[in-house]
């Protein structure tokens, strides 16, 4: 027997009523927020140094703790190399006009942007990881105020080993160090350099390889760590620890960027930021036993003691630089400086 028209409409209009349903519970989703979750933020984040030196491990460990303690909402996304086109030198005017929402920068380079910058690479002031530390702890306030006059967030510092010369040639003697053609990191460095004696180029490292290459330059004032991963040796098999420096790399972020995150996803990077410092930090425990061995296996001669001349001559022209820049930054700024000495001497 057929079925009554009614019977036959049953079935069609509980499948209307079904879809009914469902699409007002998702119309009440989309206008509750939670239909669909929110697009992740990324931030492109830059350093002009290898992946396996100290600030590139950097970028890679900040990127892992935010992509953790952000659950994904918010993804930092690095590049290294200075595959961005941007050196460090560069890198606060980037950060600042939006190319990039924050990346890794030299400190030794920003010192047209603020002298305070070069602090931490001032020669023969603080070489031990201890004194290092020391000092960016004293200047990290003065730090922060001065890369928020430059409109970003200051997130984390990058420690680099003590600073040494690569050089073609040995450099036993001071005929030997006015005889250097040198790539130096900042202007201070080429000012102690050429006061000892040397010709000196202040060059990023991205610079500074096709003069190594063509023979322009035949020593680099840097540390094992950079040498390492830049592969130095191919060219300059010798390495004379002169202990110049412990200097600073800045890890910063747009501060318009950062002050756009939810409240607790800019906590879950400041967590991040603090616990990648930490982490940078102990790397030094035994980065430079790494560096030594990998330069000593790639065939390059380290001189552990300099010539007491060139050391002299070296430390002369240094305390001049020191002078210059206390100068160049006035007697308040200056003054972390001295108290850092204070604190020194008082240990001793």
């Given at each position: 027997?057929?079925?009554s028209?009614k019977?036959?409409?049953?079935?069609?209009?509980?499948r209307l009523?079904?879809?009914?349903?469902l699409l007002?519970?998702?119309a009440?989703?989309?206008?509750q927020g939670?239909a669909q979750p929110a697009a992740?933020?990324?931030?492109?984040m830059?350093?002009?140094?290898?992946?396996?030196?100290?600030?590139?491990?950097?970028?890679?460990?900040f990127?892992?703790?935010?992509?953790?303690?952000t659950a994904?909402a918010l993804?930092?996304?690095?590049?290294?190399d200075?595959?961005?086109?941007?050196?460090?030198?560069?890198?606060p005017?980037?950060?600042r006009?939006?190319?990039?929402?924050?990346g890794?920068a030299?400190?030794?380079?920003?010192g047209?942007v603020?002298?305070?910058?070069?602090?931490?690479s001032?020669p023969?002031?603080?070489?031990?990881?201890d004194?290092?530390r020391r000092l960016?702890?004293?200047a990290?306030?003065?730090?922060a105020?001065?890369?928020?006059?430059?409109?970003q967030?200051?997130?984390?510092?990058?420690p680099w080993?003590?600073?040494?010369?690569?050089?073609?040639d040995?450099?036993?003697t001071?005929?030997?160090?006015r005889?250097?053609?040198?790539?130096?990191?900042?202007e201070?460095?080429?000012?102690?350099?050429?006061?000892?004696?040397?010709?000196?180029t202040?060059?990023?490292?991205?610079?500074a390889m096709?003069?190594l290459?063509?023979?322009?330059?035949?020593?680099v004032?840097s540390s094992?760590?950079?040498?390492?991963?830049?592969?130095?040796?191919?060219y300059?098999?010798n390495?004379?620890a002169?202990?110049?420096?412990?200097?600073?790399?800045?890890?910063?972020?747009?501060?318009a960027?950062?002050?756009?995150?939810p409240?607790?996803t800019?906590a879950?990077?400041?967590a991040?930021?603090?616990?990648?410092?930490q982490?940078?930090?102990?790397?030094?425990d035994t980065?430079?036993?790494?560096?030594?061995?990998?330069?000593?296996?790639?065939?390059?001669?380290?001189?552990?003691?300099?010539?007491?001349?060139v050391?002299?001559?070296?430390?002369?022209?240094?305390?001049?630089?020191v002078?210059?820049?206390?100068?160049?930054v006035?007697?308040?700024r200056a003054g972390?400086?001295?108290?850092?000495?204070?604190?020194?001497?008082?240990?001793?």
């Amino acid at each position: 027997m057929p079925a009554s028209p009614k019977s036959a409409f049953h079935p069609l209009r509980r499948r209307l009523l079904r879809a009914g349903a469902l699409l007002a519970l998702i119309a009440c989703g989309a206008g509750q927020g939670w239909a669909q979750p929110a697009a992740a933020t990324t931030w492109r984040m830059a350093t002009e140094y290898p992946a396996s030196a100290m600030p590139g491990e950097g970028l890679a460990t900040f990127a892992e703790e935010v992509g953790a303690r952000t659950a994904g909402a918010l993804a930092v996304r690095p590049s290294y190399d200075a595959s961005a086109g941007i050196r460090s030198a560069q890198m606060p005017a980037a950060v600042r006009e939006g190319k990039l929402e924050g990346g890794d920068a030299f400190g030794g380079a920003l010192g047209a942007v603020d002298p305070l910058f070069l602090l931490s690479s001032l020669p023969f002031v603080a070489t031990s990881v201890d004194g290092a530390r020391r000092l960016a702890e004293l200047a990290r306030a003065d730090y922060a105020r001065a890369f928020a006059a430059q409109g970003q967030h200051l997130l984390y510092l990058t420690p680099w080993p003590p600073t040494g010369l690569w050089s073609r040639d040995p450099v036993a003697t001071l005929a030997g160090l006015r005889a250097l053609s040198v790539r130096t990191y900042d202007e201070t460095s080429t000012e102690v350099m050429k006061a000892a004696g040397a010709q000196a180029t202040n060059l990023s490292f991205a610079d500074a390889m096709p003069r190594l290459k063509d023979g322009s330059v035949n020593a680099v004032l840097s540390s094992g760590d950079g040498g390492a991963g830049r592969k130095l040796w191919d060219y300059l098999p010798n390495f004379t620890a002169i202990g110049y420096a412990m200097p600073l790399s800045f890890t910063t972020v747009n501060a318009a960027a950062y002050a756009a995150l939810p409240p607790a996803t800019r906590a879950a990077v400041d967590a991040a930021a603090q616990a990648t410092e930490q982490k940078q930090w102990a790397r030094l425990d035994t980065r430079l036993e790494e560096n030594t061995a990998r330069m000593r296996a790639n065939g390059v001669a380290i001189q552990a003691s300099p010539a007491p001349a060139v050391q002299q001559a070296l430390r002369e022209a240094g305390a001049g630089a020191v002078s210059a820049w206390r100068a160049r930054v006035g007697g308040e700024r200056a003054g972390v400086l001295d108290a850092f000495t204070r604190n020194e001497q008082a240990a001793k």
